[in-house]
């Protein structure tokens, strides 16, 4: 299985490529940190699960490169490319926030998938809040197990 983590935290993107290797049926994991990266790379390969930070920089920063840009919903620019692809990909959002903007609402997690769904995004699997004490680890398994 072909895995893509969007994710522009270092710190998050280490925890999630770690609990992603425990799954022997990930047979690769790519990366993009940013929204320029992310559509790029969705684009140019296939995946079978995405991990999609909603709130991601618009172009990758560092010493020489262009201003960055925050892209609170850019999550959601990946999410219609990959259905404009008519990519099989599967995704499991990751966040830090208790609620993502979306249709001009902050929506809450807890209902994000379904609003998604009213509005035929319907390739998300789950949508789980990414917290320091670890909760999401048992969500993350379950849905990742899910799609094996």
Known sequence: ???LIVEDDHHKLT???AEIERFPAITSV???????????????????LVLLD?????????????????QPVGG???LLQLAFNNSPAR????????????NRR??????????????????VIDVIFFSEDNAWKEPFEKAVREQL
Do not use: W
């Open 15 to 17: 925890k999630l490529c």
């Open 76 to 78: 959601l620019d990946v």
């Open 1 to 3: 299985m072909n895995v």
């Open 91 to 102: 995704v499991i959002i990751m966040t830090q926030y208790p609620t993502v903007e979306f």
């Open 30 to 48: 790519s990366t993009a940190g940013s929204l320029q990266e992310a559509m790029a790379t969705v684009t140019a390969s296939p995946f079978e």
């Open 106 to 123: 902050h929506v809450p997690l807890k209902d994000l998938r379904a609003e998604l769904i009213f509005e035929g995004i319907e390739n």
């Open 54 to 70: 909603m709130a991601i920089p618009s172009h990758a920063g560092g010493p020489g490169a262009i201003d960055t840009y925050s």
